[in-house]
């Protein structure tokens, strides 16, 4: 009996030891049962803005930051999987998350109705020769399997620049100018661009004439240029870097002497402006040439004059015009000799669109070389309902079977090689023995511009036989 009575006092014992980490134990086990999940939010974020620019314009190596606000709308915490600086560590672009910095950063929480600072610091170097106008990068933030992206801009060259902006007046000229979104001329306003300005527009970028006007006083010597603004070699010949400029019910407008090359439709004007029984545009001295879609689009009723103008190498056509409108081309190179397996005839009209049908009261093309690789160059589909008044004289042809209507029979020439020097190259000069020496009219006479009585390049037009197209050879 002692031998029990003494175990037992020792198992009383170690009970009374152990019991105070066992009780412990169980008091934890039924904390542990008793913690609430937490849940966490489906939704994603919101952004203060969606894209951050750098408006600063840098003449040095330079820096400057600005501040992206991320938000949780939810009442729940929201888990941030990533966030991702898409250069990478070679960008030009630095971000903080939250005190943090780096390229990349994981696993973010934040809180329910809650939000967190991101600091982006740039650094470019506008000496560079190579250096884009703008130089950009984005950033990604991927919650609950979605990505979302706030694009990251900033000037890279001493320039103006024109971030969606309206703007009137007379730009200068003494540093190039680029658009990043829009540059508009608004209702009643008047744009004027001086001779020797070069206009570089970001992707999808126009100059937005909406119910005002537009004057681009270029010279032989000192054209007004418009391209994209990547400025590196190999985007010397990319077609659809920039829109256009596009026309909106504008008051009379006027271009002389200008390049507008690598954009998407050089020349766009959508209907006339109802107080305006003139020309929407009168074009002179003007090159439009690797557009990826049209050189020069006319629709629902916009007017156009053209002259010594050389419209070529561009996707579908070199003039579109679309359920209506008013055209009168004179001089000109309209060519068909465009990129890609898409590219149409170098004139197409069409007074009709989605069931509507437009009056074409002139549509006049005289002393002009409407040639390219088709079969076919001008391309018509007509809706006889509609007023059709047409006028095609003293022209130069490409059609496998000329056409026989009224419009085309005064002098026009069919199917003859013009004898372009070097059609690879985009040189549109002509050689000796060529059909379009002295085949034009000079009753159809240059009047557009500040040299009347020349041709593109200011060589004296031909009084008695001007040569057909825009080039008078010498």
Known sequence: MRYFANESTILMRKLAVLLPFALLALFASQLTSCKKDTFFSEGNLDFSRDTVVFDTVFTTIGSTTQRLKIYNRSNESLRVDEIELMGGDNSNYRINVDGVAGAIH??????????????????????????????EDSLRFRTNGTDQFVILAAWGQDAYF??????????Q??????????????????????????????????????????????TKTDPVTLQGDRLEAQYDDVSGQYYGIYFQEALPSTIDHAVIKNGIAGVHLFSQDPGNSGYTLEMSNTTIQNCSRYGTFIYDGAKVKAENCLISDNGIHAFLLLRGGDFNFNHCHLLSYGPGDNVGAAVGITNYFNDTIGPINEGTITNSVIYGNGNYEVAMDTSTLGTIVLNFQRNLIRADVPFTDAFYTNGNIWNDEPLFNDISNRIYTWANGSPLDGAGDSAFGITLGMNPGTDICVNPRDPAAPDIGAYEFP
């Not at 971030?163 to 007046?169: E, P």
């Open 173 to 218: 000229n003494d540093k190039p100018h680029v658009v990043y979104g829009f540059a508009g001329i608004d209702e009643g306003q008047t744009l004027t661009i001086p001779a020797g300005t070069d206009i570089y527009l970001h992707n999808n970028s126009l100059i937005y004439v909406f119910k005002g006007a537009l004057h681009i006083e270029g």
């Open 106 to 135: 994981k696993d973010i929480i934040i809180e329910g109705q809650d939000s967190l600072w991101i600091f982006i610091e740039v650094t470019v170097d506008p000496n560079g020769g190579s250096t884009p106008m703008v130089v």
């Open 162 to 171: 024109h971030y969606n902006d309206t703007t009137s007046g007379v730009w």
